[in-house]
């Protein structure tokens, strides 16, 4: 199946500095991404839509100056998080789909993830 | 997209056949029922998915009821390294449409 690679896997800062989080597709080219937090023994919360070209569309309650997301390229999105604090720690998960029409099956491939703690 | 209900913890024994259970019964005609799982700390991982018809993979088989208002994830025959979260998701398939994730079934397998 398709391949998307998150980069850092895993990263500790100081608080109010920032993060940056790359997501790339490896052999796909993906128009939309899309990024989730997951906080311990919870689900998955998606945080924006990435467009690539265009402004990400945020969730509610996501705060688009703090969660920065950047879709320069067909292959590659990033998330930064802008002065981060403690509370910003958490699990950060990407995901892309296949560009429709390609014999796809729909589904969604995701990242590693990366694992962010800020002290 | 529809909402699926699925039970939060679920145990079965390695080498038996596990089946996970999800209701979703608001699920539009055109949406489909996909399945996910996420073992600790890793992203998910897509395992099947179907409209109507009951569907396998080399992964899972998925049986659909008739009225497809519910659906049950079968693995075979269940291995340690099948322990994570499994997500029942119903969404329309391609484009761009967002997933939205539930609670998810934790399944356990027990050696």
């Known amino acids: 199946g398709a391949v998307v690679s998150q980069h850092p896997s895993w990263v500790i800062c100081k608080s109010g500095t920032s993060v940056k989080i790359e997501c790339r597709s490896l052999d796909f080219q993906a128009t939309t991404m899309f990024w989730y937090r997951q906080f311990p023994k919870q689900s998955l919360m998606l945080m924006a839509t990435?467009?690539?070209?265009?402004?990400?569309?945020?969730e509610q309650g996501v705060e688009k100056d703090k969660f920065l997301i950047n879709h320069a390229s067909l292959t590659l999105s990033t998330l930064t998080v802008t002065s981060a604090h403690p509370e910003d720690s958490s699990f950060y998960i990407c995901s892309a789909r296949v560009t429709p029409g390609t014999g796809d099956t729909g589904e969604l491939f995701f990242g590693e993830g990366s694992r962010l703690t800020v002290l | 997209d529809a909402k699926t209900t699925q039970p939060t913890s679920m145990d079965c024994a390695e080498g038996r056949a596990a089946n996970l259970p999800c209701n979703h019964s608001?699920?539009?005609?055109?949406?489909?029922v996909y399945w996910y799982r996420q073992i600790h700390s890793q992203g998910p991982q897509y395992i099947i998915h179907?409209?109507?018809n009951n569907e396998t993979n080399e992964m899972a088989s998925l049986i659909i009821t008739e009225d497809r208002k519910s659906s049950t994830l079968i693995l075979p025959h269940a291995t340690l390294r099948d322990t994570a979260v499994y997500y029942c998701i119903v969404t329309h398939a391609f484009g761009n449409e967002k997933l939205t994730f539930g609670t998810g079934t934790r399944l356990t397998i027990i050696p």
């Open positions: 608001t699920i539009s005609g055109n949406e489909y």
């Open positions: 179907g409209l109507k």
């Open positions: 990435s467009n690539e070209g265009s402004k990400a569309t945020y």
